[in-house]
């Protein structure tokens, strides 16, 4: 879906204009993001499996819930909205933390330029994931991984999104300290 979001400089501050998120993966224009990352107290994580129809990394298995936030949009509304319309859950601003926010430049393949400050969450998992619903056009899967899954070298990139400048070390470190 493409959607009205604001552009920020490449230090992250707004900059007052709006585009299109179609344009600012043509034009490789920052924006903002959120990551929510859901875990188990049994050191699990859920994982969704991006649709056959997105542009980048079809059919692979990444974050929890992940979205752009739209113009004028708070971070933790972003974040919450979007884990209700992706995976189906409600969740509240004092359920989440903050673990962090990375700065990312990454050339796709198919020529999307996708510069972007993610705002990184987890959020513990209160419901079976049977009671999950996945977006279509989004979310074709859900399922809990063991952690250990974020240091398998060898199922980024073709399980999984590929573990871009040590991303998933970073999540992986961060839900430790949680358990």
Known sequence: MDELIDILTPKGELTGKTALKSEAHIFGW?????????YTDNKKILLQKRAS???????????SVAGHIGAGEGI????????????????TENELTKIGLRKDEIVHPNG?????????????????????????????DIQLFDISILKDTKKHGSFMVPN????YDFVFNELNRVW
């Not at 980048?56 to 974050?63: A, E, I, K, L, R």
């Not at 999307?112 to 074709?140: P, R, T, Y």
Request: aromatic share 12%; proline share 3%.
């Open 30 to 38: 920052f924006h903002p993001t959120v990551h929510v990352w859901f």
């Open 112 to 140: 999307i330029l996708d510069n972007e400050f993610k705002h990184i969450f987890i959020c513990k998992l209160n419901c079976n994931i049977s009671e999950l619903s996945m977006q279509v056009g989004e979310v074709d």
């Open 53 to 63: 129809v997105k542009k980048v990394f079809p059919n692979h298995w990444d974050v």
């Open 76 to 91: 933790i509304d972003t974040a919450i909205r979007e884990s209700k319309e992706e995976i189906g859950i409600k969740i």
């Open 164 to 167: 871009m400048n040590n991303y």
